[in-house]
């Protein structure tokens, strides 16, 4: 079970449903960001998540404040609602066994966040242009999905500040996921660059949980 005392814990989470990368492709542009390059693409739903299942609503609002998004925060932001194969990837994973012993029988408030980040020979691609930060939530699973033609990437974990000491710092490859205790833990993701000539992408399912009241 989830507890104030866990700060982090990896697994590893079964990519191989080509639905599931698809349903990158048809994401739209993030009209929040910054600047004259979309670096990034995003779908977002809440549901509520209970032992035995999670049920979606119809939510695609997100609201941060500038403590702690100073890029995009204090704007309420409205996002495409995320499409049915990536809440049913998600679901399973959530709900499955190996979660269990996270969740155990409590229910939890979640938000899923399905992104693309983009770059190009010209362009990096930001995972985290606010900087170092907390978001907000009890927890935060971060999950690469899948990833092409790419350097970079590099996630980080500190502890209690920006500048604290680091407990984690390395690229998650895909198939792989962190969550994170977002009330002890800052995390920073670097930019994404092209490893060749050709665009790159990092497609990630950020996923926030708060206990439900």
Not at 61 to 87: C, L, M, P
Not at 144 to 170: F, H, K, M, Y
Request: proline share 3%; hydrophobic share 35%.
């Amino acid at each position: 079970m989830l507890s104030t005392t866990t700060l982090f814990e990896e697994f590893i989470y079964d990519t191989s449903d080509h639905s599931v990368y698809e349903s990158f492709n048809s994401l739209e542009n993030d009209k929040y960001i910054k600047g004259n390059f979309p670096f990034r693409k995003r779908a977002f739903c809440t549901g509520l998540l209970s032992q035995n299942s999670i049920v979606w609503d119809s939510t695609s609002e997100f609201f941060q404040d500038t403590a702690h998004n100073n890029y995009a925060g204090n704007i309420v932001r409205r996002f495409a609602i995320a499409g049915k194969v990536i809440r049913d990837h998600v679901g399973l994973l959530l709900l499955s066994p190996m979660h269990h012993r996270f969740f155990g029988d409590s229910s939890w408030i979640i938000g899923l966040h399905q992104i693309r980040i983009v770059c190009d020979t010209n362009n990096s691609g930001y995972p985290a242009p606010e900087g170092s930060h907390q978001d907000g939530f009890d927890f935060v699973i971060t999950y690469c999905v899948n990833q092409s033609n790419i350097t970079g990437g590099e996630t980080s974990l500190r502890l209690g500040a920006t500048d604290g000491p680091i407990v984690l710092c390395r690229s998650l490859q895909k198939g792989e996921a962190i969550i994170v205790n977002d009330k002890s833990l800052f995390h920073y993701t670097t930019p994404i660059n092209v490893a060749s000539e050709a665009d790159g992408f990092r497609d990630m399912c950020i996923i926030t949980l708060n206990t439900a009241t």
